[in-house]
């Protein structure tokens, strides 16, 4: 992890066009690649970033980072403060709550709910920033990766975005498709999930442990 707090500007050209005037502001750059600038406000969201794979090149006064679509996060800086680089070793994983815990197990005794042939890797497939919840296979054996969550919003569309961009670069598993299931999904991360090609998935909880009234509902 790299911390740069700067005096900059930030300028993203792709399929839109967005300018951050000159500000202060912290810089993050992560190991799996990605990019980010925060503000000391806005709550944890960062005011614009770029998610791997992306290439960083710096040079004097300005960096560009540039990911395989051909868009463009240009940060001119002023004037740097601060600039520090750390080793956060493997982060163990987000400890889900009961539900979260009791949905995987059940989803992967069950992974044919999610269509028929399917077939279960491994719960908690492991990866550099983290575990998936399902790696799967459906019935033409093509690799899917299954996020599940209790409550569905954006940011568990983005979790499983950087996943898939990740597992895709393994030419094993290639191509990854994704799923993202949950109790309840947000209408904004549906979108954003249905714009990247992932599959939602309504998961009944009670279903899935066996009751006669409740059914999947797959979207």
């Known amino acids: 992890m790299r911390l740069v707090i700067a005096q900059c500007q930030v300028d993203y050209v792709g399929r839109l066009t967005a300018h951050l005037p000159m500000a202060k502001r912290l810089l993050l750059v992560k190991a799996d690649g990605s990019v980010l600038v925060h503000s000391d406000g806005g709550s944890y969201k960062p005011l614009n970033w770029m998610s791997p794979p992306c290439w960083?090149?710096?040079e004097?006064?300005?960096w560009v980072v540039k990911n395989k679509a051909g868009e463009e996060l240009i940060i001119t800086i002023e004037d740097t403060f601060h600039d520090s680089a750390h080793d956060l070793g493997i982060d163990p994983g987000l400890v889900k709550d009961g539900v979260e815990a009791h949905l995987q197990k059940l989803l992967a005794e069950h992974v044919t709910t999610l269509g028929e042939g399917w077939?279960?890797?491994?719960?908690e497939f492991p990866t550099a920033i983290?575990?998936?919840?399902?790696?799967?296979?459906d019935a033409h054996g093509v690799s899917v990766a299954v996020e599940i969550k209790r409550r569905g919003e954006i940011d568990g569309v983005e979790q499983l975005t950087r996943y898939i961009e990740l597992l895709n670069r393994d030419?094993?598993?290639a191509p990854v498709q994704g799923v993202f299931a949950a109790q309840q999904i947000k209408p904004q991360a549906r979108t954003l999930a249905e714009d990247r090609g992932i599959r939602c998935v309504v998961l009944d909880y009670d279903a899935l442990r066996g009751a006669e009234s409740a059914h999947l509902r797959l979207f």
């Open 56 to 58: 960083l090149t710096e």
């Open 60 to 62: 004097p006064g300005k």
């Open 119 to 123: 077939t279960l890797v491994r719960r």
């Open 130 to 137: 983290g575990p998936v919840d399902l790696m799967c296979r």
């Open 171 to 173: 030419p094993l598993l």
